[in-house]
């Protein structure tokens, strides 16, 4: 069974401090990855998404970055923060190919203070 | 403008009453999945469902693709299926498996 673990779990940061969320998927080779984001009271937004190591789109910008440097791991990052980039980050995989059924991390909540 | 469109924004139901909620899209779509998001923002999946009806216990959902709809029915509703009901389209362009999600459905089930 596929398992997807994100961490941290929270993080409280200042403005203009980096941040680093991690994204691991047991189980299954070769996936498509995804990240999303949704500001508090906002709409789910994807952000990220990659189809192989080392290679990543953006779909939104938002001032982040992302980078898969392992099959089976996806990095959000920034060097400056944003109260802006405040919500909650969300990471996903999916079956390589067309139209997939997206699994979906726990979840990391970020507060930029 | 919006690409899913959900309906109603929310809703206060009794104990045993049936809901249904409603997601329509504008634009053309390979799928579309329903999730329950919990109080803290995690997703929970509800329906993987491209087309047709999948039933599982007492949550229906129905897909027209041709239409661009798709309903989520919950019958005999009880006071633990409160919280946020979200859909999202799904269409594959490039490579990306791109969800695009909904507003939300607040549900509240009172005793």
């Known amino acids: 069974a596929q398992t997807i673990h994100q961490w941290p779990v929270a993080e409280i940061k200042a403005v203009g401090s980096p941040l680093s969320l991690g994204c691991t998927i047991k189980?299954?080779?070769?996936?498509?990855l995804y990240w999303y984001w949704q500001a508090t009271g906002g709409t789910l937004q994807q952000l990220f998404y990659s189809i192989t190591v080392g290679q990543v789109e953006s779909v939104v910008q938002l001032n982040l970055s992302a980078s898969r440097p392992k099959d089976d791991q996806f990095i959000l990052s920034t060097e400056k923060l944003l109260l802006s980039h405040s919500g909650f980050y969300l990471c996903?995989?999916?079956?390589?190919?067309?139209?997939?059924?997206?699994?979906f991390g726990p979840g990391t909540r970020l507060t930029v203070l | 403008g919006q690409q899913v469109q959900q309906s109603p924004t929310s809703l206060v139901l009794q104990e045993g009453e049936n809901a249904e909620l409603q997601c329509n899209f504008s634009t053309s779509l390979n799928s579309m999945q329903w999730f329950y998001q919990r109080p803290g923002g995690s997703l929970v999946s509800v329906f993987y469902?491209?087309?047709g009806t999948k039933q599982s216990g007492r949550l229906t959902s129905t897909t027209v693709i041709k239409e661009r709809r798709s309903s989520l029915h919950i019958s005999s509703s009880q006071i633990t299926d409160s919280g946020t009901y979200l859909c999202?389209?799904?269409?594959?362009?490039?490579?990306?498996?791109?969800?695009?999600f909904g507003q939300g459905t607040v549900l509240s089930v009172i005793p």
């Open positions: 999202a389209m799904e269409l594959a362009t490039g490579g990306n498996n791109k969800l695009t």
């Open positions: 469902n491209p087309s």
């Open positions: 996903a995989w999916s079956h390589w190919g067309a139209s997939y059924e997206q699994y």
């Open positions: 189980g299954k080779s070769s996936p498509n």
